[in-house]
């Protein structure tokens, strides 16, 4: 029999403690408590502090009558404060449940991104409420840590990816003119052939505006998109008349049938794979029919690849799969695909393997077949 087991879900809004809660109900056949979600049902403003604080003593009795049964039980409440979590871990293990910390490492700028573009509370969360809470919340020690049954730290890629953009934006446009057979020059001549002056183009992980926003913006309405702030700064700099936003490719809005064109180099490759093939449909559906999608994607079966220092800008973070898999995926999403042919690049001394796809959006004849 399994023994009963509280697992503590700790973090920000916006961290993705429910999404990890939900993976770790799948795994350990538990049961989750998100008063976000018993709220949001009842239509209750997120910002009701005190209908909060009665739903999680609520559902606090409810589990641990889980925990009295033999049961798994997930918090989600955020537990900001060491005492919060000291309370919920030592009446726990009265009951006999052993007691896990999760502590879901976050970065500002991504909180900000995600808790905007979910947009689920009215007024909605301003970026001062973001640096407030970060005054408040109260981090898990070394020592309080001890204290767990086991502990999980996890890690956010795509805040790991933003703090490393963040870190290398003033040398990696001199690290990428250094790769040797480089090929976006190459596939932006392609695209500028196929595309009519005036077409509206969107660049995903924009970088520094070079070479892409520097290329086609003279020609095309353009505007490019990044998770890293410091990026997007370069790219203001660099190409001055173009509209540049900061956002997270993965949550970002655009309208349907906007687009002529989606340009996206070395960037997909950092979105967790588990939401690459929602982002080919997104980006399939904001395209119009006919529209273009150029793009190097993994090569390489990747669920997910870390590197602890990368280019000296701290941990990196890369995830996809490998080509059969990406035409695949981009063909369920509705692309046609005009070219997908795997590349070397040399970066130093290492070979380097991408996947260079040219499609289409299905023309509606074509989605019809
Ligand atoms: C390898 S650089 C490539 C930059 C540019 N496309 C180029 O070819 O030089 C990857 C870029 O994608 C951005 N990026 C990574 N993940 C992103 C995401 N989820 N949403 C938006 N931008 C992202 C990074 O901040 C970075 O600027």
Redesign the pocket.
């Known amino acids: 029999m399994k023994r009963s087991t509280l697992v503590i879900v700790c973090g920000l809004p916006g961290s993705g403690k429910t999404t990890h809660a939900k993976t770790v109900a799948t795994a350990l056949d538990g049961v989750r408590f998100c008063p976000d979600e018993e709220m949001a049902r009842q239509g209750i403003s997120l910002w009701d502090e005190e209908v909060r604080a009665q739903i999680e003593a609520l559902q606090w009795e409810e589990a641990k009558s889980l925990l009295s049964s033999g049961q798994v039980a997930i918090i989600e409440w955020g537990t900001w404060t060491r005492e919060e979590r000291d309370s919920l871990r030592e009446e726990a293990r009265a009951l006999g449940a052993a007691v896990e910390l999760h502590y879901l490492e976050a970065n500002g700028d991504v909180l900000w991104q995600r808790v905007s573009a979910r947009g689920a509370e009215n007024p909605p969360i301003e970026r001062d409420d973001i640096d407030r809470w970060f005054q408040l919340f109260e981090a898990p020690s070394q020592e309080e840590m001890a204290r767990y049954d086991a502990i999980a730290i996890v890690d956010d890629p795509?805040a790991a990816?933003?703090a490393g953009?963040n870190q290398l934006a003033s040398s990696w446009g001199d690290w990428?003119d250094g790769v040797s057979r480089d090929l976006?020059a190459i596939y932006l001549d392609r695209l500028e052939a196929r595309l009519s002056p005036g077409s509206d183009v969107l660049e995903?992980?924009?970088?520094?505006g070079r070479p892409?926003a520097a290329r086609l913006a003279p020609t095309h309405r353009y505007v490019g998109?990044?998770?890293?702030p410091r990026?997007v700064e370069r790219a203001q700099r660099n190409v001055p008349a173009e509209e540049f936003q900061v956002?997270?490719?993965?949550a970002v809005y655009v309208p349907e049938n906007s687009l002529d064109a989606v340009v996206a180099?070395?960037?997909i490759i950092?979105?967790p794979r588990q939401q690459q093939p929602d982002l080919f449909s997104r980006i399939r559906s904001w395209l119009r029919p006919g529209g273009h999608f150029v793009a190097c994607l993994t090569s390489g079966d990747l669920p997910e690849g870390w590197e602890d220092n990368w280019l000296e800008g701290g941990p990196m973070y890369w995830s996809g799969f490998d080509a059969d898999t990406n035409r695949s995926l981009l063909e369920e999403a509705g692309f046609r695909l005009d070219s997908s042919e795997v590349h070397a690049q040399l970066e130093g001394d290492t070979e380097v393997h991408f996947l260079w796809v040219e499609a289409h959006s299905a023309l509606p004849e074509q989605s019809t077949n």
């Open positions: 795509s990816v933003v953009y990428a976006r995903l992980g924009c970088g520094t892409v998109v990044d998770s890293s990026m956002a997270d490719m993965a180099f070395y960037s950092h979105v």
